[in-house]
């Protein structure tokens, strides 16, 4: 995972602008000002680079921060410093500090703020408050983007009317440098150039830059979107749940709150008709494998398959996003069938919750989810 591998891989994807992660680690620090070159937004073997970090508050709330150079890297992680145990054991140091404390000092230090994953439960913000201000104070108006996380799209989020003003940003952590698993989600942004005054126009929507497209999964496919039962397979209303005490009745476990119903409770809006398209995609390896019954998406079949379609088309975005289906099944006919489903939207899941992603089933296949009510035997059955 380290930036000329990154470099490399992020163009097969198709991505032009990634995010460094962990910029206030030492070790990592150092190895970016090795690796990359230029002011604001840097450059390694042609891609670019933004520098960027995530922390944890100490409300368990996990915030993601944008810089706009070393120099202010650096001094954000000499104020961070005496306020953490493991800035330097962790690429996500947890801090003795509340969102509004740590958006004082991003801010400072020219940077932006917002929320991780911002639904998610245990360290998503509205796992633990209701709205920004709570959060953020006095510095929630300086806050202008969220992360949606695996579980949340635009579509759900917008039922909350405070966030109309927000910019969503469709991505996640990487796990792996190559294109299974960096970028599994992105983000179309209108530049004007590659400065990090211009990132930072395009994430506050200034003078009609924004986000054009946000790019991800499913949120059914995200391992909290529905509640359920951390410990077997459950499936929970929000009623049930809370008459339940959040205890299983089967194997009492704890159910865990999904994102969908949380955002359920905190809606109170029909939606925003001026936020950008939402695509809902999967890494093209998962595609693949789905589409030909292979477990494994780095299987060598997969890969062989994976690689015809960057070597037609240059990288694996210009396929999820823009090829004609025509063009795809000249390569791959199955896998021509499943990218059309999921631009069209038209694809089921087994949905996920309690911790367990979401399964995809195959094409013309329904999920058929049951609740503990639906199971329940009335009074005249006894």
Request: aromatic share 10%; with cysteine.
């Amino acid at each position: 995972m380290e930036i000329p591998l990154l470099a490399r891989q992020s163009k097969l994807k198709g991505i032009g602008l990634l995010a460094t992660g962990d910029c206030i680690h030492r070790k990592w620090l150092d190895h970016l000002k090795e690796s990359l070159e230029g002011e604001g937004i840097y450059e390694h073997g042609g891609m670019k680079f933004v520098l960027q970090t995530e922390v944890q508050d100490k409300n368990a709330v996990h915030q993601i921060i944008f810089l706009p150079s070393f120099s202010k890297a650096e001094e954000l992680r000499e104020k961070l410093m005496r306020h953490s145990s493991n800035i330097d054991a962790d690429g996500r140091p947890w801090l003795k500090l509340n969102g509004e404390e740590i958006a004082e000092k991003v801010l400072e230090c020219g940077g932006m703020i917002g929320p991780a994953h911002a639904f998610t439960p245990y360290f998503g913000i509205f796992a633990h408050f209701n709205k920004l201000a709570d959060c953020y104070g006095k510095y929630a108006k300086n806050v202008h983007f969220m992360e949606l996380g695996l579980s949340a799209d635009s579509l759900m989020a917008d039922h909350i009317s405070e966030l109309h003003r927000v910019a969503f940003l469709s991505n996640s952590d990487s796990h792996s440098p190559y294109p299974v698993r960096l970028a599994r989600e992105f983000n179309v942004l209108e530049m004007e150039d590659f400065t990090f005054n211009s990132f930072r126009k395009s994430i506050e929507r200034e003078g009609g830059k924004g986000i054009k497209l946000n790019c991800g999964f499913f949120p059914q496919h995200g391992k909290y979107y529905m509640t359920r039962c951390k410990n077997c397979p459950s499936y929970f209303t929000l009623e049930e749940a809370v008459n339940l005490n959040w205890k299983c009745p089967k194997c009492k476990g704890q159910i865990k709150k999904g994102v969908v119903d949380r955002i359920k409770e905190l809606s109170d809006s029909e939606g925003n008709p001026n936020r950008a398209k939402y695509i809902h995609s999967f890494p093209l390896a998962e595609i693949i494998a789905v589409a030909h019954g292979i477990e494994n998406p780095s299987s060598v079949r997969v890969s062989r398959i994976w690689q015809s379609f960057i070597e037609k088309f240059g990288n694996e975005i210009a396929v999820l996003i823009n090829a004609s289906i025509g063009d795809i099944e000249k390569i791959d006919g199955l896998t021509a069938e499943y990218v059309q489903a999921f631009r069209e939207d038209n694809i089921e899941h087994v949905p996920g919750g309690g911790g367990v992603y979401g399964k995809l089933l195959p094409l013309g296949k329904k999920a058929e989810v049951s609740f503990l009510k639906k199971e329940q035997k009335s009074l005249m059955e006894f």
